[in-house]
């Protein structure tokens, strides 16, 4: 045992406390990612865009819960209001998904990931949850705001906030949607460059060009066409699955027969992003 | 102890180019310098030790592991430190380090502790809390070498360590390179394409060219034997040179020095001696040891 009080030079120390397994390693790499996506533990510069888009949609989610407390009318379901939002969980994908995996491009830091235990596939689950779990607290906070509203004001009792949980689940579900479509479709895109503003422009122009074409099809003479249209457009493929799933009215869409279509489309969007991108980070992981 | 051992490592890539060709070598713990000009495949044997590329033949095995089949267990206990530019500039260099710290598996504290540890002994724990954006060339590679120090490897693979810095700032990282090796008890692979860079600080080396084995062995026993006096008069070089020749030694020149092979402990004497029978002004008379560089010009031109 050493003296109190004196000041050793202790030199350097080697390290034989435990190491961790890769699940830990991917565990710190998402919780790192999510931290990154609201710019936690970044400069103050990051943290405006991903705090001013959830200001946003926290503003309107107090002024939906206001007015359904206060007059009683629904301006918004919890569905609707993921539809509604979809600019700007649009613009937060473009802002966070180049932060999470440009930046590493650019860098040039991938190397020292993939000189660790970790994996290509690790670190694509990890950024992938990562991002698609900031996007599904941009959305399921709010609509959490607006469930709180709704069941303080009730007037029925335990049986109106059961009836409200209810609706809030599948909102929750429907926004979890939204995160892994939105999510698998903005990193892919971001993993093609280094630079944060062409992939940021390329995410916002992948899901805003293709909303013409929906609207092109949907006003083709063909009914068949005009069910289909939806598919065309991540946005209104996700609204089409509701539609499907919920029956809900008001889309704009008109499915037919066609709803499993759209959920097997959503299926295999979502995994052959993931697959792309899988396939993206093994090449760069081996160079 | 022998922690690389290759036996006829081939690789060739896609394209028919072959970057390392039957490289058989058997590296002992210390500080190895690994030296050959830009593309003799340095960078290859790297990236193959660390599993990071697969080798088209013969086999390799860092601390009698696999890299191929045991990844995991190699990269664990190594670091690595990469050639090019691999640091964002946005973040501080304690937070980055320690997130490369987790990323080894350290736990969170301990990641921390040791990225605050490996800092310091780089030379920049004054400065860990800055943006590494703004840090000088010569401290973005300390940054790096942290880094690849952080899990507390067995073994360092540094891949042109000094690239890009100022003759002062190579020295520093010379120094603390030699000091990780010998200090800390942690084997270091120095590449490097500046053979009299390494020579300074490695105890063996291994010298390749368009990936074929040109030579591997301690430097100790590369400059054995072959120590010369250099001797440096004002004027009268010329008078010296025949003096020396005629007393039966093989001098030879170089610049204003005349070099002559030590044979024996009597050497020193007999050339003091015709300095003053010549009646000379003696600059400088010191024992020099072979450049590992005149080894290998004679040994290549042996070779063609």
């Known amino acids: 045992m050493s003296e109190a009080g004196v000041i050793h030079d202790i030199g350097y120390q080697r390290y034989d406390g435990p190491r961790l397994g890769r699940f830990a390693m991917q565990q710190a790499l998402y919780v790192h990612g999510l931290r990154a996506a609201y710019g936690l533990g970044r400069s103050a510069k990051a943290k405006i865009f991903p705090w001013l888009v959830f200001g946003i949609m926290l503003l309107v989610a107090v002024i939906v819960a206001a007015v359904r407390s206060t007059i009683g009318e629904v301006i918004f379901t ?12 649009i613009f937060f994908v473009a802002i966070v998904a180049p932060q999470l995996v440009s930046r590493d491009l650019r860098s040039g ?22 991002l698609a779990s900031a996007i599904w607290l941009l959305l399921g906070v709010p609509q959490f705001i607006m469930f709180l509203g709704a069941a303080f004001t009730t007037k029925t009792g335990f049986k109106g906030v059961w009836n409200e949980v209810l609706d809030l689940v599948p909102g929750w579900g429907y926004s979890l949607l939204w995160a892994l479509m939105f999510a698998g479709i903005g990193l892919l895109i971001a993993s093609l460059t280094g630079k944060q503003a062409f992939a940021a422009g390329g995410i916002v122009a992948v899901f805003l060009m293709t909303a013409p074409i929906v609207g092109v099809l949907a006003s083709l003479p063909s009914t068949t066409a005009n069910s289909l249209a939806g598919l065309a457009s991540p946005m209104t493929l996700i609204a089409g699955i509701n539609q499907w799933v919920s029956g809900a009215e008001g889309t704009g869409l008109d499915l037919g027969r066609f709803g499993p279509v759209y959920a097997i ?20 992981a081996s160079l | ?24 070598v058997a590296v002992d713990a210390g500080v190895i310098g690994l030296v050959g000009a830009n593309g003799a495949g340095k960078s290859t044997f790297i990236k193959i030790m660390l599993g990071l590329v697969p080798p088209s033949g013969g086999t390799v095995r860092v601390f009698d592991l696999d890299p191929v089949t045991q990844t995991d267990q190699v990269r664990a206990r190594v670091g690595y430190m990469p050639e090019n530019d691999c640091l964002p500039p946005d973040v501080s260099a304690a937070e980055f380090v320690t997130h490369l710290g987790r990323m080894s ?45 952080v899990h507390d490897p067995d073994l360092l693979l540094l891949d042109e360590p000094t690239n890009g810095l100022d003759p002062a700032g190579r020295d520093a990282m010379l120094a603390l390179v030699q000091r990780i090796g010998t ?6 692979v120095v590449c490097s394409h500046l053979l009299g860079e390494v020579e300074r600080i490695c105890d063996s ?12 062995d301690r430097i100790s026993s590369m400059t054995a034997a072959s120590d010369v006096l250099a001797v440096e008069v004002a004027d009268g070089t010329d008078e010296l040179a025949a003096a020396l020749a005629e007393m039966g030694m093989e001098v030879s ?29 003696l600059h400088r008379l010191d024992q020099r040891r072979h450049r590992v560089a005149e080894l290998f010009t004679t040994k290549e031109t042996a070779d063609v």
């Open chain 2, 105 to 149: 598996g350290l736990p969170k504290t301990a990641a921390r502790e040791r990225a605050s540890e490996a800092l310091r002994h780089v030379g920049l724990y004054e400065e860990r809390y800055r943006q590494i954006g703004g840090y000088s060339t010569g401290m973005k590679q300390r940054v790096k070498l942290a880094q690849a120090l």
């Open chain 1, 78 to 89: 919890y569905s609707q209001f993921a539809d509604q939002m979809s600019f700007l969980i």
């Open chain 2, 253 to 281: 020149r170089d610049g204003r020095m005349l070099l002559v092979p030590m044979e024996s402990e009597t050497a020193y004497d007999r050339i003091l001696r015709a300095v003053t029978d010549l009646d000379l002004n």
């Open chain 2, 205 to 216: 080396l291994i010298a390749i060219e368009g990936g074929r084995l040109l030579r591997a």
């Open chain 1, 265 to 284: 489309e959503a299926f295999c969007l979502i995994a052959s992003c993931l697959l792309l991108l899988l396939a993206r980070y093994r090449k760069v």
């Open chain 2, 183 to 188: 200090e800390f008890g942690i084997s270091v």
């Open chain 1, 109 to 130: 830091t991938l190397p020292l990931y993939f000189s660790r235990p970790l994996r290509a596939a690790d670190y694509v689950a990890a950024k992938y949850a990562a």
């Open chain 2, 1 to 24: 102890m022998t922690i690389i051992v290759t036996d006829g490592l081939t690789k060739t890539y896609g394209g028919g180019v072959t970057a390392l060709a039957d490289l058989t």
